[in-house]
């Protein structure tokens, strides 16, 4: 099931006529806070979320499902204003999956949903280790030595990219592709940003996360 939330009843039911068309359920919300209730009953298989909303906005319900451990893994696709590049960075920087630019076309939506359903498919959930360093992918937490690391929905992703490839040398542009969406370019000062916030959190464990000159970064394979 698709969950639309568009306060614009003629985009919404577009939406959801457009997925439905294509053999997805779908079903709309015309604002944040019938939504947000809704998803105490409810889980849907992706979120159309739409930045502009009455009530609570997009970018709020974004960072309430990122910070509940029930609803983290929801893949989210922004539906943001044209030229609003802030709404982009910062819906991403959030944990959006994606985003698309409105005007958009129902073919647009569609190719989207589907993408966005692939790259996110069901994964295991398993800890990752790095000596005393573990994250837990089902309730998405991280210790240091048994101690609690408070990390944001970006600096957990990064941390989980490199102890997933112990040893391996990923590229800023990588890591924007892996980290921040396959089409999203944008500044790569913003990894160097989130790896610096993530070195100081991590203690002595930041350590491990070597940069490689002239390519980018690298996690100790050896813990």
């Not at 970006?154 to 040893?167: A, M, N, Q, T, V």
């Amino acid at each position: 099931m698709i969950w639309c939330v568009e306060d614009d009843a003629s985009i919404r039911d577009i939406e959801v006529y457009a997925l439905q068309s294509t053999g997805f359920e779908a079903k709309g919300f015309e604002d944040g806070t019938s939504f947000w209730e809704a998803l105490r009953t409810g889980r849907p298989e992706l979120v159309v979320l739409d930045v502009m909303l009455p009530g609570i906005d997009g970018m709020e319900l974004l960072r309430r499902m990122r910070a509940d451990a029930a609803l983290s893994d929801i893949p989210v696709v922004m539906a943001t204003a044209k030229g609003a590049e802030y709404d982009k960075i910062r819906g991403l920087d959030l944990g959006a999956d994606y985003y698309l630019t409105k005007p958009f076309g129902v073919m647009e939506l569609v190719s989207c949903v589907k993408a966005v359903l692939r790259r996110c498919g069901t994964k295991t959930a398993a800890q990752l280790r790095c000596g005393g360093l573990v994250l837990d992918e089902e309730s998405h937490t991280v210790t240091a030595d048994g101690e609690s690391v408070a990390l944001t929905y970006k600096e957990f992703e990064l941390l989980r990219l490199f102890l997933s490839h112990p040893g391996t040398a990923f590229s800023r542009d990588q890591i924007m592709a892996d980290v921040w969406g396959t089409d999203y370019c944008g500044e790569t000062r913003t990894v160097d940003m989130h790896i610096r916030t993530l070195r100081q959190k991590l203690g002595a464990y930041g350590e491990k996360i070597e940069t490689v000159r002239g390519v980018g970064y690298r996690m100790e394979g050896k813990a």
